[in-house]
């Protein structure tokens, strides 16, 4: 009895169109949720102005004079940083790979935005422009790899769920089950996580310094 392989269909410029429109659709959607909680952190901050900047300690004199007498160990901040830094990584590559992992994702993005437009809010308030080089001088240099990241793992995630659980007419169902679809993610994956291991080790040994210097200011 002969045996029959499935041959895949060749696809047209269309449908490789349709496969490439997802990518980029969840970029912008990673976007338009981190610009949501941005605002939305921006105004709960001036809605609650008693709360966050009057009666609040949230980046208050006291909290910069402690961060200006603080001497970081690298050795010891690397682990910490590193654990934090990839227990979100597995969490959202968990979460991905479940039924509720697209909304607890767009969640987890939200709350990013959210956290971002607090502590910008209020540092400003605080410092007017020099609350912004405060808020500069925390994320960098650490910055230029783990916001790419995270950025690709924000995308990572949904796309897989999506191609786990979505119904595409452009999509075969064979796909979800191949070495090579789990190949292609892992790495990608594992790419995530080199860069985050890269810039944990940036905000372990160089952003210290680069915050002390800051610090100078006020």
Request: glycine content about 10%; proline content about 5%; hydrophobic content about 50%.
């Amino acid at each position: 009895m002969g045996q029959y392989r499935y041959v895949q269909p060749a696809r047209t410029a269309g449908e490789e169109s349709m496969m490439r429109q997802p990518l980029s659709r969840n970029f912008y959607n990673v976007i338009y949720l981190f610009m949501i909680g941005l605002f939305l952190g921006v105004l709960l901050v001036n809605l609650g102005y008693d709360a966050w900047v009057e009666n609040g300690s949230l980046l208050d004199a006291g909290m910069v004079l402690r961060l200006k007498n603080s001497a970081p160990d690298g050795g010891r901040l690397f682990p910490y940083i590193v654990r934090h830094r990839l227990g979100g990584v597995c969490m959202l590559g968990l979460l991905s790979t479940t039924v509720i992992g697209l909304p607890a994702v767009c969640g987890y993005i939200c709350y990013c935005g959210l956290a971002a437009g607090c502590l910008l809010s209020v540092a400003v308030i605080r410092y007017g422009i020099r609350g912004l080089f405060l808020m500069t001088a925390v994320v960098f240099p650490q910055g230029f790899l783990l916001i790419p990241a995270y950025m690709a793992l924000f995308v990572w995630t949904v796309g897989f769920n999506r191609m786990l659980y979505s119904r595409s007419p452009y999509r075969e169902p064979y796909m979800r089950c191949s070495r090579q679809f789990y190949i292609r993610y892992g790495l990608q994956m594992a790419g995530v996580v080199a860069v985050v291991i890269m810039g944990a080790l940036l905000e372990s040994y160089v952003n210290p310094k680069m915050l002390h210097f800051v610090l100078k200011i006020f």
